[in-house]
């Protein structure tokens, strides 16, 4: 009986956006992007709700990063494809390059007619990696990012209150023992000492407990299959790990994985890598902490 009062040609539209959402997600799959941002989506967020931003800039795909994508209708649906490997987004600041991001972490799910981010896609096990000061951690093996911290067995850690660096560590550790294939992190809401440690750093610091984000990046992709988009605005240090860099200016795209990677050969920058890393995790489920 409610379906017969339904609007007829408002279920057909969100039928055929569905759709298209799910030829998006299948393109994706067979052709190794772990996301798709079409044309014309609009990706800023009103406020004081979910809704669209009225006005702003719809996004437009770089000439040389756009696929086109066969819809079941015989139309072609265009946008930029993120391959898979480690992506950086940069710009300056509020140049937009968050609010893309946001955009593909909200892609793990599909959106209705008039969201904007109708045809923004996302692989569905991405997780959002973020420092959280504070978060308890129990029982993990943490030597993939630390080689010693006082008084804790790093490959049995657990802690009440974990510390900016631990915690983000301990996000992506989760991730991936979960079966995540895609990584987002946000230098903004990041720990500095666990994302980065420059030449420099090193040089004057020799016992530095702490493995960067920077030296296991490509080590997850490369072994494990586990793709991080990244957006970056004050560290060049991924600049030279990274497969793919495009960067925000005035609320468009630009794909400049060229123009960095001279900048970084210009730089002579090279990286000695820590061997490679046990990902496995083999975690006991304690009753401590927990109620009935």
């Known amino acids: 009986e409610g379906v017969a009062f339904l609007d007829k040609t408002e279920l057909q539209e969100r039928l055929n956006v569905y759709k298209k959402q799910v030829a998006l997600r299948k393109f994706c799959r067979e052709n190794d992007y772990v996301a798709f941002v079409a044309d014309g989506s609009v990706l800023p967020r009103r406020g004081d709700s979910e809704g669209p931003i009225e006005g702003a800039i719809p996004f437009v795909s770089p000439e040389r990063l756009r696929v086109a994508v066969s819809m079941e209708d015989g139309t072609l649906l265009s946008g930029m494809g993120i391959p898979k490997g480690v992506t950086v987004i940069t710009g300056a600041g509020f140049s937009g390059k968050t609010t893309l991001l946001e955009a593909i972490e909200a892609g793990i799910y ?70 995540s294939r895609l990584l987002t992190i946000d230098e903004d809401k990041s720990a500095t000492n666990f994302m980065i440690r420059d030449r420099m750093m090193k040089e004057l610091i020799e016992k530095e407990p702490i493995t960067p984000f920077t030296d296991r990046v490509n080590e997850l992709h490369k072994a494990h299959g586990v793709s991080t988009i990244l957006v970056i605005g004050g ?15 005035d609320y468009l795209i630009h794909d400049v994985t ?35």
């Open 110 to 179: 599909n959106h209705v007619p008039g969201d904007g981010r109708e045809f923004v896609v996302a692989e569905e096990s991405l997780m959002t990696t973020n420092a959280e000061d504070g978060r308890y951690v129990a029982n993990e093996d943490i030597s993939m990012f630390f080689s010693d911290i006082p008084f804790q067995n790093i490959r049995n850690f657990t802690t009440k209150h974990a510390s900016g660096s631990i915690s983000q560590a301990a996000n992506i550790i989760e991730a991936i023992a979960g079966g």
């Open 235 to 249: 560290s060049g240090e991924y600049l030279s790990v990274a497969d793919k860099i495009y960067m925000m200016e």
């Open 258 to 292: 060229e123009k960095s990677k001279n900048i970084c050969s210009s730089y002579n920058v090279s990286t000695v890598l820590p061997s490679s890393a046990n990902w496995q995790q083999c975690r006991a489920l304690y009753s401590d902490g927990f109620s009935s």
